[in-house]
């Protein structure tokens, strides 16, 4: 039997270097980032109730889990394109 404190520096050698792989694989993920409503009409550069409209009417993608409509910037990025057209189209 080897000594107890040689065995538990070998221990925690491993799960030191298990973390800095585990933290290493969570940096590098990429984290959605979503908008709140507000944030969104700030981005676009439009007011909340064009964001709102644009929700209702399935322009741009939301989910709601609450109270509050949170958009995926990927999401906002995807519609960029149709919400900037759409600002000027008249409805029929």
Known sequence: MGNPFELLEERLTK???LLGT???SLQ???K????TVEEAAE???VSEQSIYK???EGDIPATRPGRKYLIA???LENSLDEVKSLKYKRRA
Not at 32 to 35: G, L, M, R, S, V
């Open 28 to 30: 590098s993920e990429e």
């Open 32 to 35: 959605e980032i979503n908008f």
């Open 54 to 56: 644009y929700i209702k």
């Open 73 to 75: 910037k990927s999401d």
């Open 22 to 24: 585990v933290l290493d």
């Open 15 to 17: 799960i030191e270097s």
């Open 43 to 45: 981005y676009l550069r």
